[in-house]
């Protein structure tokens, strides 16, 4: 057996190749990826507004949508996704849950059983499936996607904002960009509680709110947002709810559009609805659900 030292040690010209190949392998990789997050994030993938040590986020790719993951918080940051007026397929029935092997931590589809709390979508089931297709669907009903919700949120607020959105924003502009997400309590470090740190069903964090951004891109984007707290009745007008984009990004240490101008970032991030939704025309549809 030849165990001489040229043969366990590779030579240096198979060694670089070895590397130039690795190399160009994730700059391929890097360039895919990038080029696929950009087509479904108008103006930029979500980033945080300052660096800390709550700020690792890790991207996950789904079938119609991405995610920001927070390992500390072991749950999502946000999620987006675009909605297009077009796309019209065929809706089939619920997916059952799914653990999302790629959150590290065991987010099991039974974590939140007796929490009180639902698993809540944030990529929602009907609009991935409308839009998006199939697979979409199946990729909205990962663990990942879910959040802890009260019942009333979930079912009749939160759901009332979702139809809202599908049935008649998406009409009316044809075209929709959508973030949403959990509000925490904090969002330094030097503000976390041991009390906050404890709140969690199973090891996810339970948030305090939700948000949902939704923009008409273009040249003058029109937008629109939200932020909803955990304890609602269900049956409260959206309008309650509206807040500037600016509101929101202050709230989460989240910036929503990095790619946009100053100029225009601050024309309309500031104000509670830009454009003409038609807010309070179905600011007070009811439920689907009791």
Known sequence: ??????????RPRHFLASLAIAVLGVVLWYSTEQGYRDRMSWMGVTEWAEPSALAFTRVLRNEG?????????????????????????????????????????????????????????????????????EQAQHDSFLMSNMMPQKPALNRQLWQRLEEVVMDHFLPRFGRLQVITGPVYAETRVSDL??????????????PIGFYKVVVVPGETPLAVAFVMPQNVRGDESLSRYLV???????ITGLNFFPRLGPQEEAA??????????????VAELPSRFD
């Open 65 to 133: 949508y991405l995610l920001g993951w927070s390992d500390l918080r072991v749950g999502a940051l946000w999620a987006s996704y675009e909605l297009r007026q077009s796309a019209d397929h065929r809706v089939g029935p619920r997916p059952g849950f799914e653990q999302d092997w790629r959150t590290l931590w065991p987010v099991s589809t039974t974590s939140y059983a007796g929490s009180g709390y639902d698993r809540g979508h944030l990529a929602p089931n009907y609009a991935m499936a409308k839009v998006w297709g």
């Open 1 to 10: 057996m030849d165990l001489s030292l040229d043969r366990l040690i590779p």
């Open 268 to 281: 309309w991030e500031a104000r509670a609805g830009v454009g003409d939704w038609a807010l309070s025309q």
């Open 244 to 250: 500037s984009i600016d509101e929101v990004e202050a």
């Open 193 to 206: 509680s041991l009390d906050r740190l404890l709140d969690r069903v199973s090891f996810v964090e339970v």
